[in-house]
């Protein structure tokens, strides 16, 4: 990390902050050198992308900032609402199942709360900087 300018924080939507995941942020902190978070693993079983947020929050006494919010968890991860546009992201599939690109769409209903509850955070996080 000495010659970095930043890094690349990955938590798992399954089993959240790790042991390595407080190390990292630690040199990180001691360099101090900004960190960009991405909760990953949102396809897989027993996934939660609040907790892992959470889980950040809690154990790295940090203030994890959403960019954006998955639609849909493990086998139901559809895409993603950008918290900027508030448009859903919708991923679109190949016959082989494969990614094959993504369609524009509203928000789902179940969804508009916690969305806009996500980007108040988010707006509220930019006005203080």
Same mark, same amino acid.
């Given at each position: 990390?000495?010659?970095?300018?930043?890094? %690349?924080?990955?938590?798992?939507?399954?089993?959240? &902050?790790?042991?390595?995941?407080?190390? #990292?942020?630690?040199?990180?902190?001691?360099?101090? !050198?900004? =960190? %960009?978070?991405?909760?990953? /693993? !949102?396809? *897989?079983? +027993?996934?939660?992308? %609040?907790?892992?947020?959470?889980?950040?929050?809690?154990? !790295?006494?940090? *203030?994890? @900032?959403? !960019?954006?919010?998955?639609?849909?968890?493990?086998?139901?991860?559809?895409? &993603? @609402?950008?918290?900027?546009?508030?448009?859903? #992201?919708? $991923? =679109?599939? /190949?016959?082989?199942? *494969?990614?094959?690109? $993504?369609? =524009?769409?509203?928000?789902?209903?179940?969804? &508009?709360?916690?969305? *806009? +509850?996500?980007?108040?955070?988010? &707006?509220?996080?930019?006005?203080?900087?």
């Amino acid at each position: 990390m000495a010659v970095c300018e930043g890094g %690349l924080l990955l938590v798992s939507a399954v089993s959240g &902050v790790k042991h390595q995941t407080e190390a #990292h942020w630690e040199m990180a902190a001691e360099r101090a !050198l900004p =960190l %960009l978070a991405c909760v990953n /693993k !949102l396809d *897989k079983e +027993r996934a939660s992308f %609040l907790r892992a947020l959470d889980d950040i929050e809690k154990t !790295l006494k940090a *203030k994890p @900032i959403a !960019l954006q919010l998955p639609v849909g968890l493990a086998e139901g991860f559809s895409g &993603v @609402i950008d918290l900027i546009t508030m448009q859903a #992201h919708a $991923y =679109l599939r /190949k016959t082989d199942g *494969k990614f094959g690109g $993504y369609a =524009l769409e509203e928000v789902p209903a179940q969804l &508009v709360a916690e969305a *806009k +509850r996500l980007r108040t955070r988010l &707006v509220e996080a930019v006005a203080e900087t």
